[in-house]
């Protein structure tokens, strides 16, 4: 059962423009939403994070929109650059205390970014 | 400060053998997580450990198994190696635990023949 489904599986996009990735998920009991960046031959990155208390949180060209009725997050990376060409992934677990202590990972999606 | 690394990077093994691989979290970090990454089936939990003790195991067979250390270093050992094994495998360390911000380290890449 896959609890956190992400899409498009590859995206294209010219410099300068936006790139957005979205991702659901199935359990509510999940309270902690972070975005991972991985380029070939490294470990993930990790980008940025949200928890449900809020629905945006920005920082710098990436922020994550949260819509919790629809179960709902998303990455826009603004002014899109080529250097942001990589795989991207969203995560999803149940933190402060509770006994999951792991995150759950989208499929990823792979971020081209034209000059 | 430094960031998470594992050895070794690279590692090839045939298949039967057993292999074992390292992880050192970032200094204060006493939550280690163990993830399997491969094309087909992207990023997958092992287990995860937090003051030596496992908190939580994925769906792995028992070939699959790991420790921590009072130092809070880590490591995983496959036994009875299968082509299937290969596979990117992914240490990351959190101040508490993946409700927290996780830092990976590079990865070992292990290829079994």
């Known amino acids: 059962q896959q609890q956190v489904k992400q899409s498009p599986q590859s995206l294209i996009v010219q410099k300068g423009g936006i790139s957005i990735i979205n991702c659901a998920y199935e359990n509510t009991a999940f309270d902690y939403f972070p975005w991972y960046q991985q380029f070939p031959g490294k470990g993930p990155a990790l980008l940025i994070a949200i928890r449900p208390d809020v629905s945006e949180k920005k920082e710098g060209r990436f922020t994550i929109s949260f819509n919790k009725s629809a179960k709902q997050f998303s990455l826009h990376i603004m002014d899109s650059q080529p250097g942001d060409s990589a795989t991207y992934f969203c995560?999803?677990?149940?933190?402060?205390?509770?006994?999951?202590?792991?995150?759950?990972f989208g499929k990823g999606t792979l971020l081209t970014v034209n000059p | 400060k430094a960031g998470v690394t594992q050895t070794p990077r690279y590692l090839i093994k045939t298949r039967g053998q057993q292999v074992t691989l390292s992880c050192s979290p970032i200094s204060g970090h006493r939550s280690v997580s163990w993830y399997q990454q491969t094309p087909g089936q992207g990023l997958q939990f092992l287990f995860e450990y937090f003051s030596e003790t496992q908190r939580n195991k994925g769906n792995f067979p028992g070939r699959f198994s790991g420790r921590q250390f009072s130092n809070s270093r880590s490591e995983m050992n496959v036994s009875t190696l299968e082509l299937g094994d290969s596979a990117l495998y992914l240490c990351a360390s959190s101040f508490a635990g993946a409700g927290y911000e996780q830092y990976f380290g590079p990865g070992t890449r292990l290829t079994v023949t």
């Open positions: 995560a999803a677990s149940m933190g402060g205390g509770g006994s999951n202590y792991k995150l759950t």
